[in-house]
């Protein structure tokens, strides 16, 4: 069996995720979408990762790859195969939902406090996890629970995590992220800090923060994904 990891960018890797897969090891392959690779069948798949980049999930014009994972994500979950979606990940997971994904009120970039709520503190995979921790974000979108859907962590004004029967989660903040993605990210994607409507937060202050941070950080993102191995399907 396989677990697929797929990419929408380069610069958006699988961190702590990838990390957890070796040292369990557990064999996986890597796609990153809109370079000419398909999406490869279901039937060999055990588990699958979509992690972030900086398109909408509207932008289907922009992005063609996005229809076809709109179908995979769909035949996934209706499959029941195990689906964990991050950042755009989770807000594809919700439009292949029926839910709706929207500008958020403004943006979230940097570290943010989420709350896990009743149905999050008896979630399997947040076994052990504080009500209330501090998650590195990266969205200016945000997204509805899809019918049937359980809210699993909030930050108060926002959606943070679903569950959607058995083996599909959506996560809107970053858990696989390492201090070298931070750091990545940051000069990246520099324009996010200029001009009109800029994050509450500076490039030097999420540094900062992050290296207080990031060591916890660590700990409860491989303790979430090793939870998500050995809860969902079978490896």
Same mark, same amino acid.
């Given at each position: 069996?396989? @677990?697929?990891? =797929?990419?929408?960018?380069? =610069?958006?890797?699988?961190?702590?995720?990838?990390?957890?897969?070796?040292?369990? *090891?557990?064999?996986?392959?890597?796609?990153?979408?809109?370079? %000419?690779?398909?999406? !490869?069948?279901?039937?060999?798949?055990?588990?699958?990762?979509?992690? %972030?980049?900086?398109?909408?999930?509207?932008?289907?014009? *922009?992005?063609?790859? $996005?229809?076809?994972?709109?179908?995979?994500?769909?035949?996934?979950?209706? &499959?029941?195969?195990?689906? $964990?979606?991050?950042?755009?990940?989770?807000?594809?997971?919700?439009?292949?939902?029926?839910?709706?994904?929207?500008?958020?009120?403004?943006?979230?970039? %940097?570290?943010?406090?989420?709350?896990?709520? #009743?149905?999050? $503190?008896?979630? @399997? $995979?947040?076994?052990?996890? !504080? !009500?209330?921790?501090?998650?590195?974000?990266?969205?200016?979108?945000?997204?509805?629970?899809?019918?049937?859907?359980?809210?699993?962590?909030?930050?108060?004004?926002?959606?943070?995590?679903?569950?959607?029967?058995?083996?599909?989660?959506?996560?809107?903040?970053?858990?696989? =992220?390492?201090?070298?993605? +931070? *750091?990545?990210? =940051?000069?990246?994607?520099?324009?996010?800090?200029?001009?009109?409507? !800029?994050?509450?937060?500076?490039?030097?202050? +999420?540094?900062?923060?992050?290296?207080?941070?990031?060591?916890?950080?660590? #700990?409860?993102?491989? &303790?979430?994904?090793?939870?998500?191995?050995?809860?969902? %399907?079978?490896?």
């Amino acid at each position: 069996m396989d @677990v697929l990891i =797929v990419k929408h960018i380069e =610069v958006e890797g699988p961190g702590l995720f990838g990390e957890c897969l070796k040292e369990e *090891r557990i064999p996986y392959q890597t796609l990153t979408l809109g370079t %000419g690779s398909n999406l !490869p069948p279901l039937d060999n798949l055990s588990h699958i990762l979509l992690l %972030g980049g900086p398109m909408n999930v509207y932008e289907e014009d *922009r992005h063609p790859f $996005l229809r076809e994972e709109d179908l995979f994500i769909k035949e996934a979950i209706q &499959r029941g195969k195990p689906v $964990l979606g991050i950042c755009l990940g989770a807000q594809l997971i919700a439009k292949a939902l029926g839910a709706k994904v929207f500008k958020a009120p403004s943006k979230e970039i %940097g570290w943010y406090e989420v709350r896990l709520t #009743e149905e999050g $503190l008896s979630d @399997v $995979l947040f076994r052990d996890f !504080p !009500p209330i921790w501090p998650v590195f974000q990266w969205h200016e979108d945000t997204f509805s629970v899809p019918r049937s859907g359980r809210l699993l962590a909030t930050s108060g004004l926002l959606n943070q995590a679903f569950r959607y029967g058995e083996n599909a989660y959506a996560l809107q903040f970053h858990l696989e =992220v390492t201090e070298e993605m +931070i *750091r990545d990210w =940051v000069e990246t994607y520099d324009d996010e800090f200029k001009g009109s409507g !800029p994050p509450p937060h500076t490039q030097a202050e +999420i540094l900062a923060e992050t290296g207080l941070k990031i060591a916890a950080c660590k #700990e409860r993102g491989k &303790r979430f994904f090793r939870n998500f191995f050995r809860n969902t %399907g079978k490896v």
